[in-house]
């Protein structure tokens, strides 16, 4: 992944998760280990996040 967006519901002080594009999400503390996602795969992530 070449751009990382860090999410607006992150914390100041580091526990942070970033979204790459392509897709891809990481631990802004672990910027070198990373999760690719399939678009279904993201879209299921989300689904599942948004309702818990």
Request: hydrophobic content about 25%; glycine content about 8%.
């Given at each position: 992944?070449?751009?990382?967006?860090?999410?607006?519901?992150?914390?100041?002080?580091?526990?942070?998760?970033?979204?790459g594009?392509?897709?891809?999400v990481?631990?802004?503390?672990?910027?070198?280990?990373?999760?690719?996602?399939?678009?279904?795969?993201?879209?299921?992530?989300?689904?599942?996040?948004?309702s818990?």
């Amino acid at each position: 992944m070449s751009t990382w967006r860090k999410s607006s519901y992150s914390a100041n002080d580091g526990n942070c998760v970033e979204v790459g594009r392509g897709i891809g999400v990481r631990d802004s503390k672990s910027p070198s280990s990373e999760l690719s996602l399939t678009a279904e795969q993201w879209s299921r992530l989300l689904r599942q996040v948004k309702s818990s």
